[in-house]
């Protein structure tokens, strides 16, 4: 059984940076997929970022980010990705939201890493509020 707790969040200013953590607990295997999603009030949750295999039965990792972003969040882990954290610069009231990491147990490539209904276990989430 697999959990994901996020760390990480709460109150920054415009302009500002934070990185949350997502602690990974029970079997984590090179196959599967993780990334973070950002749920702002009253809208879907969106995909951010992501951390997974290159192509089903390989175990070369690979990131991607979501284009909206613009280069402005980053993915990475440790190595045997038990963390998987989020650094996000350049926050703006947009990005207000509370934050999930997900894992889908297998791979998810383009075009579908961002569907929330894929993914196979969640974390509880953190609030990021970014405000003066």
């Known amino acids: 059984q697999v959990q994901l707790v996020e760390s990480g969040g709460g109150l920054v200013q415009p302009g500002g940076s934070l990185r949350l953590s997502c602690s990974v607990s029970?079997?984590?295997?090179?196959?599967?997929?993780i990334s973070w999603f950002r749920q702002a009030p009253g809208l879907e949750r969106v995909g951010l970022a992501s951390?997974?295999?290159?192509?089903?039965?390989?175990?070369?990792?690979?990131?991607t980010h979501a284009t909206f972003l613009k280069g402005r969040f980053t993915i990475s882990s440790d190595s045997a990705r038990k963390t998987v954290y989020l650094q996000m610069e350049g926050l703006n009231s947009d990005d207000t939201g509370v934050y999930y990491c997900?894992?889908?147990?297998?791979?998810?490539?383009?075009?579908?890493?961002?569907?929330?209904?894929?993914?196979?276990?969640w974390g509880q989430g953190t609030q990021v509020t970014v405000s003066t």
């Open positions: 997900a894992l889908f147990r297998g791979w998810l490539g383009r075009g579908i890493w961002d569907q929330p209904a894929r993914y196979d276990a």
């Open positions: 951390m997974g295999p290159r192509d089903v039965g390989t175990t070369d990792i690979v990131t």
């Open positions: 029970g079997e984590i295997s090179p196959f599967h997929t």
